[in-house]
Structures are given as structure tokens and as C-alpha cells.
């Protein structure tokens, strides 16, 4: 039976032959493998053993102080913590707590510390708000509700601008080729498609600042704020972005006072320590059916609050980011790409028409528009300079204009 000795100096593990071992054969085994006195010793189950200062406040903890009484007694298993105080100077054997490094330094309790993965809720985003344009978000939501009925998944990347105070603007979603079921989401990203929205974003000022994705009815009834799913997908994501105040923005249904159901925007930040948990690997990333969702598995453990454990509520790695609105500069009405109707050069044509009346620059002043475009424009030059355009809503050259009209005439 295995028995983990926390103390001042760490955790130290013993094994027990025997399951029905007294205090006193514990102590026993603590004076033959760590080497202090059964005199010296103070055990208990509570961890405010380790907080006593003095031998007064030591020796209140009383309840393994019977020698005779079995471990078992006290609800110890196989693989349970029990706290030691003692007041004899010692040094720890063993590759975790000898000297580290080439020069043989001796590890401090900060070090020790250090060492272990703790988990703990951040309280402070690095994203001070995000906030959205109306229409974006309007058109994200439309369809995912309208549509998809909140049936199957759908996800989109976030752009716009991040402002030195930390808050976060996004101006248009770029929904990727993409497949969504009941409980997951898979894009399946075309690397020269995104090409051409970071150029569009560049010509625009803008970059990729988030992730934005469903959740279904079905997970509704469910008690998660994210699965463990979309902790690792949301993660990876926020990862692969290296952008400090990157947010990630969940749309689901929630029940009115009415008891019908309104669209709902949440959004968050993908805590520091889950960032660096994901990239250094620690995370399981082959999740059978039979993982709570709400939790997030470990390949080793790490300390929540004093408990060393594998899983970990999603919750603690979600740090709340406050949503406001915009009018943003582009509009959201041009046929969105990737969805279940193919945009086409048709609706390059009514679109042009619908908005004959105002200047060019603002007919094109769509993202959905220019990613059509781009597909005959070049994305070295052709496709920042009319994004660029659009951003300072300047004249469009003579002869854009004329292939984008030539485009829509063909349809």
C-alpha cells in the first residue's frame, strides 16, 4: 500500500506491507526511510499541519497522535496523503530534490515548487474586452440559428485589431471549409484560402485575433461552460495564434425568462498555464466517451489546490473576457464563403446592383466580397492594394474597377 508523505521538504512516497499497519508502524517506517525520529514526529490528515508554526500550535493536530490506531481506521488507502511536521534538519535523497544542475545547487522549497505543474484560475485576462461588429456577429449567428437550427457545430476566425490597452476588435468572421456534428467541429483548413484573408486583413489593418465556434442543443443540456473537446481545440488554436490577448467566443442558446431561447455570446481568454500545458504536452488528447466532458485529462499529474490529480475542470482554465459592440467600417451582406450554398459570380452581379447608388469603395466594403475577388487578383500586390483601398475608403483605381464589373457581368 502505497502512502505519500507530504512535508516541508516535498512529497516523499513509502509503501506499507501491510494494510492493516498502525501510526506507529507508520512512524516506524518514516524513521527507517526518511530518517526522523519517531520523537520528532507529527502526523495528521489535515493539510494546516504544514502552516503551524509553533510546537503549540503543532501539537493541536491530535488525530494520529494514538499509536495503536490503524491507518485504515482514518480512511487512508492506497495512494493518500498524510501531512508530517518535525523539527529535525535533514537532507532529501533522490533526483527530484539533490542538487540540480551542472554547478550542484541545492534546491530551495520556492524551487520545489516551481517544479510541480500548478493549476490555478487566472482572474486577469491579458484581453481587456472584445468587442464585435454587429453585423459580423448578426450574420455568424443568423445562420448557425436560422439555418443549422443550433443542430450541428460551426466555427470562424475572428478579425480585426488589438489596441495597446489589450482590447480586441473584430470587424469580420472568416468561416473556414469545415464539418460539424452534434459534439464536434472540424476544419478542415485550406492554407491557400487563408493566405488570401491574411492578405485581405493586411490591405485592412487588421489580423487574426480569435476563435469562434458553436455549441449545439444537445450540449446545452449539458453542465459545462466547454467541453474537454473544445478546451483543446479552443487551446491549440490560441497556441498556434502566439497572440497574448487572442479570445475565444462561444455562441449557444440559452433559456429567457419567458422560457424561450436567445442567442448567447460568451467570451474568454484560454488561460496562461493551459497554453503551456498544451504546448509542452501534457494534455490527453485521445478522449474516449466514457471522460466526464467537463473535465480535461492530464498524461501526469498536477496539483489543483493541494490534491495532485489527472483531471482538471475545464472551468479553471477560462478566463472571462467582458463582450461589447460596434459599427464596424465593412458590412456583412455579400453570400459568406464555405457554407452550404456556393457563392458565385451571380451574387458578385446582384450585390454590385443592389448598392449602384453609392460609391464604389462602399459596394466593395465587404471581406465576403474581397475573398471572391482575390481568387483573380494577385496576393502580392492586387489584393492588399483593394483592401487597402477599402480600409481608407479611397477611390478604387480605374482599373479594378473594370475587371471587378467585367467579373460580375459574366456571371
Not at 500550535?57 to 491530535?62: Q, W
Not at 524551487?111 to 461588429?133: G, N, W, Y
Request: aromatic share 6%.
Amino acid at each position: 500500500m502505497l502512502i505519500r508523505i507530504r512535508s516541508r521538504e516535498g512529497l516523499e512516497r513509502l509503501t506499507l506491507d501491510n494494510p492493516h499497519a498502525t501510526i506507529s508502524q507508520l512512524k516506524t517506517l518514516i524513521q527507517q526511510h526518511l530518517h526522523i525520529p519517531i520523537s520528532s514526529q507529527t502526523l495528521s490528515t489535515n493539510q494546516n499541519l504544514l502552516l503551524a508554526k509553533t510546537p503549540a500550535d503543532i501539537a493541536r493536530f491530535t488525530d494520529m497522535s494514538d499509536p495503536q490506531t490503524p491507518i485504515a481506521a482514518l480512511g487512508l488507502t492506497h495512494g493518500s496523503i498524510v501531512y508530517l511536521a518535525h523539527d529535525t534538519q535533514r537532507t532529501v535523497s533522490g533526483p527530484t530534490f539533490s542538487p540540480a544542475g551542472s554547478f550542484g545547487r541545492k534546491m530551495t522549497m520556492d524551487d520545489l515548487i516551481a517544479k510541480q505543474m500548478r493549476i490555478t484560475r487566472q482572474e486577469t485576462p491579458h484581453c481587456e474586452s472584445v468587442s464585435f461588429d454587429r453585423d459580423a456577429a448578426n450574420a455568424f449567428q443568423h445562420y448557425v440559428n436560422e439555418t443549422l437550427v443550433f443542430a450541428v457545430k460551426r466555427g470562424g476566425f475572428m478579425y480585426g485589431t488589438v489596441a495597446d490597452d489589450g482590447a480586441v476588435r473584430v470587424d469580420f468572421i472568416y468561416e473556414p471549409p469545415q464539418q460539424g456534428t452534434e459534439e464536434n467541429l472540424i476544419l478542415m483548413r485550406d492554407t491557400d484560402e487563408e493566405r488570401l484573408v491574411d492578405a485581405i486583413a493586411m490591405g485592412l489593418g487588421m489580423r487574426r485575433v480569435g476563435f469562434i465556434f458553436t455549441q449545439t442543443i444537445s450540449q446545452n443540456k449539458k453542465d459545462y461552460t466547454m467541453s474537454n473537446g473544445e478546451v483543446l481545440q479552443a487551446v491549440e488554436l490560441h497556441g498556434e495564434s502566439g497572440l497574448k490577448e487572442w479570445v475565444t467566443a462561444v455562441v449557444k442558446l440559452k433559456v429567457n425568462e419567458d422560457g424561450g431561447a436567445d442567442v448567447h455570446f460568451e467570451a474568454f481568454q484560454m488561460s496562461d498555464v493551459c497554453v503551456r500545458l498544451f504546448k509542452e504536452g501534457w494534455f490527453e488528447t485521445d478522449i474516449g466517451e466514457e471522460v466526464d466532458p467537463k473535465l480535461s485529462r492530464m498524461k501526469k499529474d498536477v496539483v489543483v489546490g493541494v490534491k495532485d490529480t489527472r483531471e482538471v475542470d475545464n472551468d479553471f482554465f477560462l478566463v472571462l473576457v467582458k463582450i461589447l459592440d460596434h459599427q464596424g467600417p465593412l458590412s456583412s451582406t455579400f453570400p459568406i464563403e464555405n457554407r452550404i450554398t456556393q457563392v458565385t459570380m451571380r451574387a458578385l452581379k446582384n450585390h454590385l446592383d443592389r448598392a449602384k447608388n453609392l460609391p464604389f469603395v462602399k459596394r466593395i466594403s465587404d471581406f465576403h466580397l474581397l475573398l471572391l475577388l482575390s481568387r483573380f487578383l494577385d496576393i502580392n500586390s492586387d489584393v492588399p492594394a483593394l483592401a487597402e483601398c477599402v480600409q481608407t475608403q479611397s477611390a478604387v483605381p480605374e482599373g479594378y474597377q473594370l475587371l471587378i464589373e467585367s467579373l460580375a457581368s459574366a456571371s
